[in-house]
């Protein structure tokens, strides 16, 4: 059986990708075995189709001890079984076209949110969505952070109209349920409860190369909001003044020493903004 | 000036491993140099990244890949190459490397390191492809022999004459891995020494070395506990047959301390130097010709 090479690989990929295991793929190929025989050496030791099911059984094992590795709490939330099982449907959904296994589960917030899974674990996406984004947060962009020294070089009839840049590795998720909490309960083996279900904004940053998160109010949630849109400072304080109240003006002042203290914001006005806000689902 | 002669002998390194950074930034161990997984560096910021540039201000770098997919019959992935170039041109490697397989198709990565037929289209196609990733970033690569679990009937040579005709055509360079070899001898019944006695010592420029697990009907190639003692003799052979070589030990899976790794390296270069030494003295005792007669040698060598 004389195959071109980009027909041969198509049938390995085919085979080796396959989670039903190499023999149900060839039935639902309607390929006999000794098919596959005639392509591949076998021996007393392994038949061709052992030898490809070698390549089979380590394509899913790795890829899936990468995925535990990058959703440890969504693993302890479903449990083993139930997150292999997970895997095997994303991967036949979304197979790899990623160089990097940091690629491979990009797409599985968003293949939670639309799974079985997520009608019994109603917060499992808005949890793989938070996982996901704590890698990315930390693979993201390099960027010198704004000081303080920079600010308050400013001189104070350029405020109104000035506008500040977030730094590339911060990210806003609203999730509809307190999923941050389970982050923690994750490593310590102990049983994962449903959090709470409340509307609730996490902050994700980077600094000195280590990833932190806290949540948000409504105020800073909606001054970073406008800050990712390039809105003027001015524009920001006429935003949020109302949401704070009386105490505004040092409530401000105090969000932008966190911001400034924590690198959200990242020096230079000539770079476009790139902070990831993602609405969860 | 031959292929080989072109690249300098970096020593005895070990590949470097998220699971080091601490240590290897803090410590600066005393090790030769670090080879790097390409694709875990291919990350747009953050400390993977400021590790690197930590690492490489202190050692040389080479930088090794699993992703180029040269043998697949897809085109070259050209997003893949920038990174690649952009890479090297910021860390300045040693030298690059990847692996004689494919890796994906249709636009797919299955993430391992899959064989190809041997046959002198495949070795056109390979060495076609090759010379093209050498022209896009200007200098030559080397090519990494992979353990494999099944060989194509297709074939019409061994791999080690497939090997060695994919570099010939293509004027790239071997990292020639042991374990690999010693791994695909005993999966598809070959003479292990006859495959370094066969491949051209001009073009060998690195060696690897790693451990593997015993599956009784199969070895794999699983990176993660120490080289067998196999393994350091068909090492030993090769220096002899090669000269002193830069050596690389892989450690990837259930990560021991940074020690472990550098014993391991240590080791490399004694059983190195003995070797070399005991050839100069010719009292290594075997020929070591092109002939599967040699195979027993192996057994002999201790």
């Known amino acids: 059986m004389e195959l071109a090479l980009g027909e041969l690989q198509s049938l390995l990929a085919r085979l080796i990708t396959s ?3 190499v023999n149900t793929q060839l039935q639902g190929d309607s390929l006999a075995p000794e098919k596959i025989e005639k392509i591949i050496h076998g021996d007393g030791r392994l038949g061709a189709v052992e030898r490809l099911q070698i390549y089979a059984t380590a394509y899913f094992h790795r890829l899936l001890e990468c995925l535990k590795e990058d959703y440890p709490a969504t693993l302890a939330v479903t449990g083993e079984d139930v997150f292999r099982a997970l895997i095997a449907a994303y991967l036949a959904a979304h197979p790899s076209d990623s160089p990097s296994v940091f690629g491979v589960g990009r797409f599985l917030p968003d293949f939670i949110a639309h799974h079985w899974l997520a009608g019994q674990w109603p917060f499992l996406g808005d949890l793989a969505r938070l996982e996901r984004t704590l890698i990315e947060v930390f693979h993201a962009a390099d960027a010198p952070p704004l000081t303080a020294t920079e600010l308050q070089h400013i001189p104070a009839e350029r405020w109104d109209g000035l506008r500040l840049y977030p730094h590339p590795a911060v ?16 490593g310590t083996g102990g049983a994962i409860a449903t959090p709470e279900r409340r509307a609730t904004a996490i902050l994700v940053w980077r600094q000195d190369d280590e990833v932190y998160r806290r949540r948000v109010d409504c105020s800073e949630r909606t001054a970073l909001a406008l800050i990712r849109q390039s809105e003027t400072f001015g524009a920001l304080c006429e935003a949020v003044a109302p949401l704070l109240g009386a105490g505004a003006v040092d409530e401000i002042k105090s969000m932008l020493s966190r911001w400034l203290r924590d690198g959200l914001l990242r020096s230079g006005e000539n770079q476009k903004p790139q902070l990831l806000i993602s609405a969860m689902r | 000036m031959t292929f080989r002669e072109r690249f300098s002998d970096l020593g005895y390194g070990v590949g470097l491993r998220r699971e080091h950074y601490r240590y290897v930034t803090e410590h600066r161990p005393a090790v030769d140099w670090f080879e790097i997984i390409t694709e875990n560096f291919m990350v747009a910021g953050g400390r993977p990244l400021a590790v690197l540039e930590q690492v490489r201000s202190d050692y040389p770098i080479v930088m090794h890949g699993v992703s180029l997919s040269i043998g697949s019959a897809d085109p070259l992935n050209r997003g893949y190459l920038d990174a690649l170039s952009e890479m090297a041109r910021r860390f300045k490697p040693a030298w690059i490397s990847d692996h004689l397989c494919w890796t994906g198709i249709g636009g797919r990565n299955l993430h391992d390191l899959l064989p190809l037929p041997y046959t002198d289209e495949v070795v056109h196609h390979v060495a076609a492809r090759i010379r093209q990733v050498q022209d896009f970033l200007g200098q030559p690569i080397l090519i990494e022999n992979v353990s494999s679990y099944m060989t194509f009937r297709a074939s ?19 990292l020639l891995d042991i374990n ?11 003479d292990p020494v006859l495959y370094v006695n066969s491949v051209p010592p001009e073009r060998v420029v690195q060696f690897h070395m790693a451990g593997h697990s015993d599956h009784g009907t199969y070895l794999l190639d699983t990176h993660d506990r120490p080289i067998c003692a196999e393994v350091w003799r068909l090492y030993e052979l090769a220096v002899r047959r090669f000269g002193a070589t830069s050596t690389l030990i892989e450690w990837d899976d259930n990560i021991p301390g940074f020690g472990v790794l550098a014993d391991a390296a240590t080791q490399a270069r004694r059983r190195a130097q003995n070797a070399l030494a005991a050839k100069t003295e010719g009292t290594d005792g075997a020929g070591f010709g092109r002939t599967a007669e040699s195979s027993r040698a192996l057994d002999n060598l201790d």
């Open chain 1, 19 to 21: 989670t039903e295991g």
């Open chain 1, 171 to 186: 990210a806003i998720l609203d999730c509809q349920w307190r999923v941050d909490e389970l982050l923690d309960l994750a």
């Open chain 2, 156 to 174: 019409t040579m061994q791999e080690w004459e497939f090997v060695s005709a994919v570099a010939e055509e293509a004027d790239c360079g071997i």
């Open chain 2, 180 to 190: 690999n070899i010693y791994v695909s001898a005993f999966n598809h019944g070959f």
